[in-house]
């Protein structure tokens, strides 16, 4: 479904974004992972070996314009154009609202809104010139209904929805869609180290019985970054089996 297109993909490391990188692979993109480490990149890069040329590491620091710009060149030099781009790096909180700091209230908000919007606007203007492109971010089911801790987390992801709005009237005219995939409680290693019991206790409160795996978000980022999805744009899908908190 996305055949020869080339694929950023933040937070491309682990958990979903690692499933969003291979998945994107299997179905023939060429594909740039980015993480924060070196170390990280490479550990994940060494599970990829089959896919041989077809995907390259880098880190940069997403709150740097300059180094992300020179990243996504580098990405544009070596495979010609940058189609998608998958806004997925993130980091949640559960922090109490009395606890909280201004400090861990600017991270998440750091990471989850202003990386997103650096990378947004580093892949626009490849994408304008080259005359089109997808950029899908990453919500949550919590960026409808919010949490009752960790305040500044579902505050990041209603933000990353109001992006998503935004661009996808902006940017229309450039022939570039704006999404978001809303995933719900998906197996990545957050929820490896819970208790078995804590884990079944959640499954049994969502409707289609079970926590989301990488792969199920995955497929939605290919839908939309297909051109089956050509005429979706400004949308925020939710991937969570009905749950509802
Ligand atoms: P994860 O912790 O397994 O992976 C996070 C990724 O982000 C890693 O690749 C990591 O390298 C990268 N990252 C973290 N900090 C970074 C930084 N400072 N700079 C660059 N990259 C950084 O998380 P995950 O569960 O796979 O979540 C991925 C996305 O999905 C996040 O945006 C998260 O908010 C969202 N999400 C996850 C769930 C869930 O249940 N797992 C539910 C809803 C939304």
Same mark, same amino acid.
């Given at each position: ?7 950023i993909?933040? %937070? /491309? ?5 690692? !499933?969003i =990188?291979?998945t *994107? ?9 980015l ?31 300059e ?9 544009r030099?070596?495979y ?6 998958a ?8 922090t ?13 908000m ?5 990386a997103?919007?650096i ?5 626009a203007?490849?994408m304008?010139?080259?005359? %089109? /492109? ?5 919500? !949550?089911? =919590?960026?409808? *209904? ?11 992801k209603f933000?990353v929805?109001?992006?998503v ?6 940017l ?17 290693d ?11 206790r ?10 989301g795996e ?12 297909s ?19």
């Amino acid at each position: 479904m996305v055949k020869g297109k080339t694929a950023i993909v933040t %937070g /491309g490391t682990r958990g979903i974004g690692f !499933s969003i =990188v291979k998945t *994107y692979l299997d179905n023939g993109a060429n594909v740039a992972l980015l993480g924060s480490r070196k170390d990280s990149v490479d550990a994940a890069l060494a599970k990829l070996t089959e896919y041989g040329d077809r995907v390259m590491g880098l880190w940069p620091d997403l709150l740097n314009p300059e180094e992300v710009k020179r990243d996504f060149e580098a990405v544009r030099a070596k495979y010609g154009r940058v189609d998608i781009l998958a806004n997925n790096a993130g980091i949640s909180s559960k922090t109490s609202f009395y606890d909280y700091t201004l400090d861990e209230f600017k991270k998440v908000m750091d990471l989850n809104v202003t990386a997103v919007f650096i990378c947004a606007q580093a892949a626009a203007r490849i994408m304008k010139e080259q005359g %089109g /492109g997808v950029i899908i971010n990453t919500s !949550s089911m =919590v960026g409808e *209904y919010g949490q009752p801790s960790g305040c500044s987390y579902p505050a990041s992801k209603f933000a990353v929805n109001g992006l998503v709005k935004s661009l996808s009237r902006e940017l229309a005219k450039d022939g570039i869609r704006v999404n978001a995939v809303a995933p719900g409680v998906t197996r990545t290693d957050m929820l490896a180290n819970l208790p078995k019991e804590m884990v079944d206790r959640v499954s049994a409160g969502i409707p289609l019985g079970r926590v989301g795996e990488p792969e199920d978000i995955a497929h939605a980022y290919l839908y939309l970054a297909s051109d089956e999805a050509s005429y979706v744009t400004g949308l925020v899908l939710k991937v969570d089996g009905g749950a509802r908190t």
